[in-house]
């Protein structure tokens, strides 16, 4: 799915990084969401790599990256830790400063990275989110309905990790498959991809870590920059699926403004998983709004 791309492994503080590059120009960096990895960006980055010099990064607990045990409050996972393994990463590869489009819990570990290193980050395009604490405080039954797993998930241990590992590809067709596209929105050797990781070992505690952290530390953490007044400061674009569940539940742009100094977004004619269901205008969106010269 990568013919071209070099792959490699950096570690930080023992925990190992599975990293793809490829391309010239100015960096630019992808994170992925869940329970998948940098293989969903599989219909984008070839073509991003034309323009752009392309890092993509599997985060912790997905993926081929290590999976570390999560620690008191699943620390471990925090986005603010997840966050520094992606800038281990691009400084590692000698990008100091350099542009980010993510989705899914990698677009909330790139709303991190921005707030709390914004030299680095210069440009941010996020795919499908609203900001963590406002989803949380602003849930609903039908969120909750749609969004069942953020729940299931942060439930006390073990009960969420056996279920997940008693058969992870079940659990990776029953996430993805219901959203909608359905599992017909994905290239089988992609969805192979996932199972795959899914069924490494300790991935189900990595996943539960994941979001364990984000109802918990990680709602402490965006807690204090929205007491603080703190703001993205970045140029921001967001988009959302138009059949996904954060646009029907949420006033994306509204939630949006009030956490950044610079947005804009859009809908898109798609559901959750844009990168696959929507390559193109994923694409055209891209090219417009990042800058491709160093």
Same mark, same amino acid.
């Given at each position: 799915?990568?013919?071209?791309?070099? @792959?490699?492994?950096?570690?930080?503080? +023992?925990?190992? /990084?599975?990293?793809?590059?490829?391309?010239?120009? %100015? @960096?630019?960096?992808?994170?992925? +969401?869940?329970?998948? @990895?940098?293989?969903?960006?599989?219909?984008?980055?070839?073509?991003?790599?034309?323009?752009?010099?392309?890092?993509?990064?599997?985060?912790?607990?997905? +993926?081929?990256?290590?999976?570390?045990? &999560?620690?008191?409050?699943? &620390?471990?996972?925090?986005?603010?830790?997840?966050?520094?393994?992606?800038?281990?990463?691009? *400084? %590692? /590869?000698?990008?100091? *400063?350099?542009?980010?489009?993510?989705?899914?819990?990698?677009?909330?570990?790139?709303?991190?990275?921005?707030?709390?290193?914004?030299?680095?980050?210069?440009?941010?395009?996020? /795919?499908?989110?609203?900001?963590?604490?406002?989803?949380? $405080?602003?849930?609903?039954?039908?969120?909750?309905?749609?969004?069942?797993?953020?729940?299931?998930?942060?439930?006390?241990?073990?009960?969420?990790?056996?279920?997940?590992?008693?058969?992870?590809? $079940?659990?990776?067709?029953?996430?993805?498959?219901?959203?909608?596209?359905?599992?017909? &929105?994905?290239?089988?050797?992609?969805?192979?991809?996932?199972?795959?990781?899914?069924?490494?070992?300790?991935?189900?505690?990595?996943?539960?870590?994941?979001?364990?952290?984000?109802? +918990?530390?990680?709602?402490?953490?965006?807690?204090?920059?929205?007491?603080?007044? $703190?703001?993205?400061?970045?140029? /921001?674009?967001?988009?959302?699926?138009?059949?996904?569940?954060?646009? *029907?539940?949420?006033?994306?742009?509204?939630?949006? *403004?009030?956490?950044?100094?610079?947005?804009?977004?859009?809908?898109?004619?798609?559901?959750?998983?844009?990168?696959?269901?929507?390559?193109?205008?994923?694409?055209?969106? &891209?090219?417009?709004?990042?800058? @491709?010269?160093?």
């Amino acid at each position: 799915m990568f013919e071209g791309f070099e @792959s490699l492994q950096l570690d930080r503080e +023992g925990v190992a /990084l599975r990293v793809r590059r490829a391309g010239q120009g %100015a @960096s630019l960096l992808l994170l992925h +969401g869940h329970p998948q @990895s940098q293989a969903m960006w599989h219909r984008v980055a070839p073509q991003l790599a034309e323009r752009f010099e392309v890092v993509l990064v599997d985060l912790r607990g997905y +993926g081929d990256s290590g999976r570390p045990p &999560a620690g008191e409050q699943s &620390a471990a996972y925090a986005k603010r830790e997840m966050a520094l393994d992606a800038l281990h990463v691009m *400084r %590692a /590869l000698g990008h100091e *400063r350099f542009q980010v489009l993510a989705h899914d819990r990698g677009a909330r570990v790139a709303h991190r990275l921005a707030l709390d290193h914004p030299q680095a980050v210069e440009r941010l395009l996020l /795919l499908d989110i609203a900001p963590t604490l406002a989803m949380y $405080r602003g849930t609903t039954e039908a969120f909750a309905r749609a969004y069942w797993h953020w729940f299931f998930l942060i439930q006390p241990g073990p009960l969420p990790e056996a279920l997940i590992a008693s058969d992870p590809v $079940r659990y990776v067709r029953s996430v993805m498959g219901a959203r909608h596209a359905g599992l017909a &929105a994905f290239a089988p050797e992609a969805l192979a991809e996932y199972e795959r990781c899914a069924a490494n070992p300790g991935t189900a505690a990595g996943i539960v870590a994941d979001y364990r952290a984000s109802a +918990g530390i990680d709602l402490q953490h965006d807690q204090a920059d929205h007491d603080a007044g $703190r703001k993205l400061a970045q140029p /921001l674009r967001v988009l959302w699926g138009e059949h996904g569940a954060v646009g *029907r539940n949420f006033d994306v742009p509204a939630l949006w *403004r009030a956490a950044a100094t610079d947005f804009t977004g859009r809908s898109l004619p798609c559901g959750h998983y844009i990168a696959e269901e929507a390559p193109a205008l994923l694409l055209d969106e &891209a090219f417009a709004f990042l800058r @491709s010269t160093p």
